[in-house]
């Protein structure tokens, strides 16, 4: 939904996040309009980008194996990878942690093919590469320094900065990196001079609310345990690799054949574990000395590798086609089970989310409060919506008649919602805001913050009104509680 709201000009950078991912959204709107299928179906492209990326990775590594392991190895890594959460459930989110996926991806292609090419203009073209990749994955989130510090902390302990032409190409790599990032950096150092951009969002973010040991309990049973949670899918693909061995295991001198992990070198298992542990490693020691919140949700990039881990538990050939046969059949089972659950289950026990949220009727309802105030609207479309991003933005996104024309005027704060112009404010507009009417202590999902200025928006509207919309098929639950009110025009800043 943010990319969706933003997706209405080309912005060197947005207050809350770098700008890329609405550069490669706002140019297929105009295509193809404001619909809901196009930010999914960017969100999947980009899981699958990252998994034909990784195998590549993966090819290169057993290519360079010290034993030989099948050829089809790395296709095996990447189907134990391939229903983690990052990849399933929230694979068709497109947001900044989806697009980093890829170009991080690339980054760590990039950096080992550096790291092992000898021949110099290779060497080079791949320190390039590589720099473009983290400038490309920085434009993205500014979280991808966690994985450039770990590669940094590699290049030193494997001792490449005592090879020259390794120097030579990291410098490469930073020129590279600045030559895409340089504009943004500028734009960023203004936006932060004035106390405000994604560096002053992100210093407000990671503030710590609580004492130090709660935070640090926090760090351990909230950020730890999600990323087990989340990575808990891999063991299915595990038990599947045990049962399809094939029975061709040689004993030699009573020992059993390696795995194929144990056949890749030293110095390969080494950068696997770096990049598969490191970033979770290094942001919970950031966590823990620096004294800052972790938020579990930044770790979607940090796994990217782990697909190897299924090596560890190989010693034999495989019957690749049932493999790949059982996990389809599991991703296809996996995916019935989760539309039928977020779904219909979830109407039927009262859960609230925003997978049963009523968007398209909550839009309707706002459409037909615009139509009958003709003496206000003067019987033109609705452009233009303030509110926050989730609720404005479902009343924009299904907007029966004008859903691709209409704007968003976030927290009606222009500094947020740098498309608008004072025209598009010289217009009639509605102003939406989500009151909560959850009791306290009930599992649903709380609206956002109502900012203070759409407030004062709609207690000095003249036409206004509340929009009880159901939520579920639950008797008890309570409704979705929408207050509406239509105003002339908002006053200029």
Not at 101 to 130: D, N, P, Q, T
Not at 349 to 372: F, T
Not at 391 to 401: D, F, Q, R
Request: contains cysteine.
């Amino acid at each position: 939904m943010e990319e969706l709201v933003w997706a209405n000009s080309f912005e060197i950078g947005y207050q809350k996040h770098p700008p890329l991912p609405t550069w490669i959204l706002y140019p297929l709107t105009k295509v193809f309009g404001k619909v809901l299928w196009l930010p999914i179906a960017l969100g999947l492209l980009s899981v699958f980008a990252t998994q034909v990326i990784s195998y590549f990775l993966y090819r290169d590594i057993q290519a360079n194996a010290t034993h030989q392991i099948p050829s089809y190895a790395p296709l095996v890594a990447v189907l134990t990878a391939s229903p983690i959460i990052y990849y399933t459930i929230r694979g068709g989110d497109f947001n900044h942690n989806a697009t980093q996926l890829w170009a991080i991806a690339a980054m760590f292609l990039f950096y080992y093919r550096a790291w092992k090419v000898e021949l110099c203009l290779k060497k080079y073209l791949y320190w390039a590469g590589f720099g473009a990749c983290c400038g490309v994955a920085f434009l993205s989130k500014y979280s991808v320094l966690i994985q450039m510090g770990v590669l940094l902390g590699h290049f030193f302990i494997i001792g490449q900065w005592k090879n020259p032409r390794a120097l030579t190409g990291a410098l490469i790599s930073i020129l590279s990196f600045f030559a895409l990032t340089s504009a943004h950096f500028l734009w960023l150092y203004e936006q932060t001079l004035l106390r405000q951009g994604p560096i002053f969002y992100a210093e407000m973010v990671m503030q710590d609310q609580t004492n130090y040991w709660m935070e640090l309990i926090n760090l351990f049973t909230g950020f730890m345990m999600t990323q087990i949670y989340r990575l808990m899918p891999i063991l299915v693909v595990i038990f599947m690799l045990r049962k399809l061995q094939l029975k061709t295991s040689k004993i030699s001198h009573n020992l059993v054949e390696k795995t194929w992990w144990q056949n890749i070198s030293k110095g390969d298992q080494l950068f696997l574990l770096m990049i598969t542990i490191g970033p979770s490693v290094l942001a919970m020691c950031i966590g823990i000395f620096l004294d800052v919140r972790i938020e579990a949700k930044w770790a979607v990039t940090f796994f990217i590798s782990i697909g190897t881990v299924g090596w560890m538990f190989v010693r034999s050939d495989l019957n690749l086609k049932k493999l790949i046969s059982w996990v389809l059949a599991g991703h296809l089972i996996f995916a019935l089970l989760y539309g039928v659950v977020t779904g219909v289950v979830a109407n039927a026990v009262g859960h609230q989310g925003r997978n049963n949220y009523p968007s398209k009727e909550l839009s309707s309802r706002i459409q037909a409060r615009w139509e009958e105030h003709p003496e206000v609207t003067a019987g033109q479309p609705m452009r233009l919506i303030v509110g926050d991003t989730w609720t404005a933005g479902n009343v924009m996104l299904h907007s029966p008649k004008h859903g691709t024309t209409a704007k968003v005027l976030i927290d009606a704060d222009l500094g947020l919602s740098p498309w608008l112009t004072i025209r598009d404010l010289n217009q009639p507009m509605m102003v939406v805001i989500n009151r909560p009417s959850t009791p306290l202590g009930k599992e649903i999902r709380q609206s956002e913050p109502v900012a203070q200025i759409v407030n004062e928006l709609f207690l000095n509207a003249s036409i206004k009104g509340r929009e009880s919309i159901p939520w579920t098929t639950h008797q008890e639950v309570p409704p979705l509680e929408i207050d509406w009110a239509i105003i002339p025009f908002i006053k200029k800043p």
